[in-house]
């Protein structure tokens, strides 16, 4: 009789069948399973790393600026782009930023090639004026120099001061006797911001290494060690941008935090909530709530893992993940277990249940799986790389989720059966949520049984009961409102 009604079936809903079967007959083989994967897989998030990459990450691979800059790399036989940092120094004392002041002295020339005379023209002006300045105190004859600005003369060659100097207020020509010996020397009376940039060819996977190392202990000698009155120095590169977006992003766990606790309670709501409307509450619905959000943050960690395992880095998009997945997760959850609940009462022994419920609601989640995946699945070929890496991971978590949601979800719900009572089973409840074509319709029954209490009339329990029996037909009447 059976084989007669599967052959009557259609091909996905015979998948399904099986799949309700199977599982059914062995849930603790795939709830074992599924466990052990997932576990094997999240191992990997001891490797994971967090980085963003800033500098070519958010443009297509076939744009002509990366053209461009794939035909400067092989020019130059460089194995990246060049380090870039910009170190900013401001003075703290606005009247005296002219004067002299020592300080320790720190070079990058061991890993500055070919660029090492970025800044010579700095260096030139700082050595020139640092020689007039003591010929002036030693009354020699002072050298033969031009220190203004915009544009100095030292040693017959024209130095272009604007590249370094910004904010620059230049002194007045008909009061020299309010200025001090550094003032007097050229034609500046104040510079806000002296700029000097550092810059150097990545030749190597190991002087790229280098690179990122000096340019990120500068930036945590100046931001932790280094201390003065005087000046205000400040760093700026790629690689500290990406290191701070990091370090942020990671401060936001709390905040991922606090939505799992706000997607545990409102699961909680649910899963209880409609178990004592359709009078099959137990505390093995404790189990089936705890399943819900269990099973998407599984499918995350894995994702997590495998893409580390690959060595693939997880990018700012990756950690918008989480919140994604437990919304779709969550979701088919409820689609299983309000069909689990619905048929409580019409199909006691809880394998058959299961089977019937796979069977029903296994084609609904596969559509809206694989609508998602595909969706995904086509922006992991996007020629944008953080773009594709976040499309790509978002497809890996998805299936992970909906394989989760049937392996590992469902005999959940399956052991949840064995602290229900069958005899309040039998039992009409107080809502029976019947499925047309054209509709959702709910009919209201009053019982003698209520899930709140045994004693229905009590005060409370027909205060809840009015209550719910009104939220019911509002949210029934919601539903068939077009």
Not at 67 to 73: Q, V
Not at 213 to 241: C, H, P, R, T
Not at 443 to 450: E, N, P, T
């Amino acid at each position: 009789m059976e084989s007669m009604e599967i052959s009557k079936m259609g091909p996905i809903r015979c998948f399904f069948h099986f799949c309700g079967y199977s599982i059914s007959r062995w849930p603790f083989c795939f709830g074992l399973i599924s466990l052990v994967v997932v576990i094997i897989f999240s191992t990997g998030m001891v490797w994971l790393e967090i980085k963003d990459r800033i500098r070519d990450g958010y443009t297509p691979e076939n744009s002509p600026s990366r053209l461009e800059n794939e035909a400067m790399r092989r020019f130059w036989n460089s194995y990246g782009d060049p380090m870039k940092a910009q170190l900013m120094i401001r003075s703290k004392i606005a009247e005296q930023n002219m004067d002299q002041n020592l300080t320790k002295i720190f070079t990058y020339s061991d890993i500055c090639s070919p660029y090492c005379e970025f800044n010579f023209g700095l260096e030139l002006f700082v050595d020139a004026f640092t020689q007039t300045i003591d010929s002036l105190k030693e009354e020699n004859e002072n050298l033969n120099q031009n220190l203004s600005f915009p544009i100095s003369t030292i040693h017959s060659l024209d130095i272009h001061l604007d590249l370094f100097f910004f904010g620059v207020k230049l002194r007045e020509e008909n009061n020299e006797n309010k200025y001090n010996i550094e003032q007097k020397i050229t034609n500046m009376e104040r510079i806000e911001m002296v700029l000097i940039r550092f810059q150097s060819a990545r030749s190597s996977p190991e002087r790229s290494r280098q690179l990122i190392i000096w340019e990120l202990g500068v930036f945590d000698f100046l931001q932790n060690k280094f201390k003065s009155d005087i000046i205000d120095a400040q760093i700026i590169g790629v690689e500290i941008l990406e290191s701070e977006m990091t370090r942020d992003h990671q401060d936001n766990v709390k905040y991922f935090a606090l939505g799992l606790l706000a997607i545990a309670v409102f699961v909680g709501i649910n899963v209880f909530g409609t178990s004592a409307v359709l009078g099959n509450f137990d505390f093995g619905k404790t189990f089936i709530a705890v399943a819900t959000v269990l099973c998407p943050m599984l499918a995350i960690g894995s994702t997590f893992g495998i893409l580390s395992i690959f060595g693939i880095r997880i990018n700012s998009f990756l950690l918008i993940l989480p919140y994604l997945i437990l919304g779709i997760g969550v979701d088919d959850g409820f689609l299983l277990m309000l069909r689990w609940f619905q048929l409580a009462k019409h199909i006691v022994e809880p394998r058959k249940r299961l089977k019937f419920v796979i069977k029903e609601m296994g084609p609904s989640i596969t559509v809206t799986t694989l609508t998602n995946v595909i969706s995904f699945g086509v922006g992991a070929f996007t020629p944008t790389p953080e773009i594709r890496l976040f499309c790509f991971g978002t497809a890996i978590a998805l299936t992970f989720d909906y394989i989760l949601q049937l392996t590992l979800f469902c005999p959940i719900m399956l052991f949840s059966a064995k602290f229900e009572n069958s005899s309040l089973n039998k039992k009409q409840p107080k809502v029976d949520l019947i499925i047309s074509e054209n509709k959702m319709s709910a009919v209201i029954k009053k019982r003698k049984y209520s899930p709140f209490k045994a004693n229905n009339n009590d005060k409370i329990n027909g205060w809840i009961y009015k209550k719910l029996n009104k939220i019911i037909k509002l949210y029934i009447y919601l539903l068939n409102t077009r």
